[in-house]
């Protein structure tokens, strides 16, 4: 599976931005867990929200419930994150991740900068 990230850059704070997981494989999407991660300079890479295999369930950072929305749109192949009300402390890069079995696959990662 290769994923492919898009749609960071640079926001004011309280501003939005969605960022895309595109996945390239003959799978259906809905059966991988997939997640968004991010690593802000100089710290290491955390988990930002997942969304498990079948989409039953998602779970999401403390810092992010309530501002961040994990989705994917299984025709598209695709993964989102939808950032709202952004904060300085949301910079950081952000990698698409995707599991199955005891497998995983990361995206290069986009970049995201919260300006105050």
């Known amino acids: 599976v290769q994923l492919v990230e898009s749609g960071g850059g640079l926001v004011q704070a309280g501003g939005s931005l969605r960022l895309s997981c595109a996945a390239s494989?003959?799978?259906?999407?809905?059966?991988?867990?997939m997640g968004w991660y991010r690593q802000p300079p100089g710290k290491q890479r955390e988990l930002v929200a997942a969304i498990t295999s079948g989409g039953r369930s998602t779970n999401y950072a403390d810092s992010v419930k309530g501002r961040f929305t994990i989705s994917r749109d299984n025709a598209k192949k695709t993964l989102y994150l939808q950032m709202n009300s952004l904060k300085p402390e949301d910079t950081a890069v952000y990698y698409c991740?995707?599991?199955?079995?005891?497998?995983?696959?990361w995206g290069q990662g986009t970049q995201v900068t919260v300006s105050s």
């Open positions: 494989t003959t799978w259906n999407i809905n059966d991988l867990g």
């Open positions: 991740k995707a599991d199955w079995g005891v497998y995983g696959s």
